[in-house]
């Protein structure tokens, strides 16, 4: 059974800095390709980065050369570093799993409960 719990929200200022972690059991974290997502209020929830388990990253344009996804495969463990934050990151944000199950199943999403992040003065 899949698990990702995500921790270190939290209430910061803008221009500060947060990391979120994302660690995952249950499954081989190595070769999942993975990724974050955030969801603000009255809105959708939106991609904010990716990375494969080849270690390639993007970004949504919202937070290139602010927000830096990273992994440690000896970890099980995921992160996003965020930087210069301002208070339209202001979401709950999500960590995803994708686990290829190969073409006659394909790939199941596992979801994360999600971590508070809001940027306020």
């Known amino acids: 059974q899949v698990q990702l719990v995500e921790s270190g929200g939290g209430l910061v200022q803008p221009g500060g800095s947060l990391r979120l972690s994302c660690a995952a059991s249950?499954?081989?974290?190595?070769?999942?390709?993975m990724g974050w997502y955030r969801q603000a209020p009255g809105k959708q929830r939106e991609l904010v980065a990716r990375?494969?388990?080849?270690?390639?990253?993007n970004y949504a344009d919202s937070v290139k050369g602010r927000f830096t996804i990273s992994r440690d495969n000896a970890k099980d463990t995921m992160y996003l570093q965020m930087n210069s934050l301002s208070p339209e990151d202001t979401a709950v944000y999500y960590c995803?799993?994708?686990?290829?199950?190969?073409?006659?199943?394909?790939?199941?999403?596992?979801w994360g409960q999600g971590t508070q992040v809001t940027v306020s003065s």
């Open positions: 995803n799993l994708g686990e290829d199950h190969g073409l006659r199943i394909g790939v199941i999403e596992y």
């Open positions: 249950g499954t081989i974290f190595s070769r999942n390709d």
């Open positions: 990375i494969t388990s080849g270690g390639s990253t």
